[in-house]
């Protein structure tokens, strides 16, 4: 089983011009998912679960604005520079700006290993754009997961993550204690809190979610590949139940 320290993704964080650490497998069925949902789901979790299970990439958005935040040795364009006070201030980085970042990294949509994007799209505009790229470049998606959970449960999950530092593993204060308070169990490196997980930032973003996010949901369930999954539970859990409803899907599928 891998751990999220020993898949660097440096194609996708660092841009096309990285080369990745491991060699994807060429899975079979190789996946290929959009997972949904409002922040605090857990959907950076379930694909840290998903990528372990099911071998795919697991290609968050945010985790390159993040990356770029925190590189000391580049000099930001100014659209980075512009997407991330979008991002500290928890709305959403303008489509144009997001949309150049990842037609620059399509090659990991070609990956044989399948992906997970996690994070992307976000709204309509971006979903239609990652139809055309995936229409022109002939790579179907197997099904866009929706995780569900109440208001009050995502504010919990949100207020009380934390984030390793180096290997990006994610913790909760109660729900998923790391076994030495701050410290990462995987790599030992330092936890910290996502500036936008503070509460202000939190009630800008579910906002934002209900506006601009929620209509892929009927965007995918019209071209038949949504299955929607309660986030309740243990992330184990959750991603048990992902595992059998795409098993399920793909058997009813014939594939
Ligand atoms: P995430 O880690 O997916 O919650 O993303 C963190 C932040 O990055 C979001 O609140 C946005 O500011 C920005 N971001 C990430 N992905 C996108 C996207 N697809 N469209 C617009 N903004 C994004």
Same mark, same amino acid.
């Given at each position: 089983m891998s751990s999220p320290s020993d898949h660097d993704?440096?194609?996708?964080?660092?841009?096309?011009?990285?080369?990745?650490? /491991?060699?994807?497998?060429? @899975?079979?069925?190789?996946?290929? +998912?959009?997972?949904?949902?409002?922040? *605090?789901v857990g959907k950076g979790t379930q694909a840290q679960l998903l990528h372990q299970r099911l071998g795919a990439c697991h290609l968050s958005t945010g985790d390159v604005f993040r990356a770029a935040a925190t590189r000391k040795d580049c000099v930001l364009s100014p659209a980075?520079?512009?997407?991330?006070?979008?991002?500290?201030r928890g709305n959403l980085v303008p489509d144009s700006t997001v949309w150049e /970042?990842?037609?620059?990294? @399509?090659?990991?949509?070609?990956? +044989?290993?399948?992906?997970?994007?996690? *994070?992307?799209?976000r709204t309509l505009t971006q979903a239609q754009s990652l139809d055309q790229l995936l229409q022109t470049e002939r790579i179907p998606l197997s099904a866009v997961v929706n995780y569900e959970l109440a208001i009050p449960e995502i504010v919990t999950r949100l207020s009380g993550r934390r984030i390793c530092q180096k290997c990006k593993?994610?913790?909760?204060?109660?729900?998923?204690?790391?076994?030495?308070?701050?410290?990462?169990?995987?790599?030992?490196?330092? +936890?910290?809190?996502?500036e936008d997980d503070r509460p202000e930032a939190i009630t800008v973003r579910l906002e934002v979610y209900e506006h601009s996010t929620a209509p892929l949901i009927q965007f995918y369930k019209q071209q038949g590949l949504l299955l929607s999954i309660p986030a309740t539970g243990f992330p184990e859990q959750i991603a048990d139940r992902t595992v059998s409803a795409l098993d399920h899907r793909t058997r009813r599928a014939g594939i």
């Open positions: 993704r440096a194609a996708w964080i660092q841009g096309p011009s990285a080369i990745c650490s /491991m060699i994807p497998r060429d @899975a079979d069925p190789a996946w290929r +998912l959009v997972l949904l949902g409002a922040p *605090g980075m520079t512009t997407a991330l006070d979008f991002m500290r /970042m990842v037609r620059e990294r @399509a090659g990991c949509m070609r990956c +044989l290993g399948g992906f997970l994007l996690d *994070g992307f799209p593993a994610v913790f909760h204060i109660t729900q998923q204690p790391p076994k030495s308070e701050g410290i990462c169990d995987h790599c030992g490196a330092a +936890l910290y809190q996502r």
